[in-house]
């Protein structure tokens, strides 16, 4: 059954229960005309084989050109959506049980730049740009005593941590 809902706080709009990540759903809500429940939205872009696009690039671009709250909601949701599961779900299954802390695996050999990279979790994974992003980077703070050093100079990663570490033959 569809259940079809009509809300105080946008009397203007009736809608069914929207499993989002359904893209059929999501363009029937966005596209098909309000007698038929949807926004009446004009889509911006299509796939390479004609197909009404609903990526993530695709509504960000229509939610530019048109306001629509439902529009956005759905934006909002799927961004932070994202972030949740990049950024937040690895750190959450990364805690230390005993200490409490987050110990994650830098690698000097795996990226083809020659940079280290972080993996369980890719804390450098965690977008800067945006609110969300900000939100995530406050939890992580130093033990008493600590600071965190960042750097990003060709190679230069190596030797501070080449010479942090004692290693000779770095």
């Not at 009446?40 to 872009?45: A, E, H, M, Q, Y």
Request: aromatic letters at 6%; a negative charge.
């Amino acid at each position: 059954t569809v259940q079809v809902i009509k809300s105080d706080e946008h009397p203007d709009y009736t809608w069914k229960v929207l499993n989002i990540d359904s893209t059929k759903q999501v363009k029937e809500l966005l596209f098909a005309p309000q007698e038929k429940y949807g926004l009446g939205l004009t889509p911006n872009k299509v796939t390479k084989i004609g197909n009404v696009s609903v990526d993530k690039d695709a509504l960000i671009a229509l939610s530019r050109e048109i306001e629509n709250p439902i529009l956005n909601k759905i934006v909002e949701f799927r961004s932070v959506r994202g972030i949740k599961s990049t950024s937040i779900d690895g750190m959450l299954d990364a805690i230390d049980p005993i200490t409490g802390n987050i110990h994650p695996n830098y690698n000097m050999h795996i990226a083809r730049t020659g940079r280290t990279s972080c993996t369980n979790p890719n804390m450098q994974n965690v977008p800067k740009d945006s609110e969300e992003g900000g939100k995530i980077r406050n939890f992580y703070v130093p033990e008493p005593g600590n600071v965190f050093v960042d750097g990003d100079i060709s190679q230069a990663e190596f030797r501070i941590m080449g010479e942090a570490s004692g290693d000779k033959k770095m």
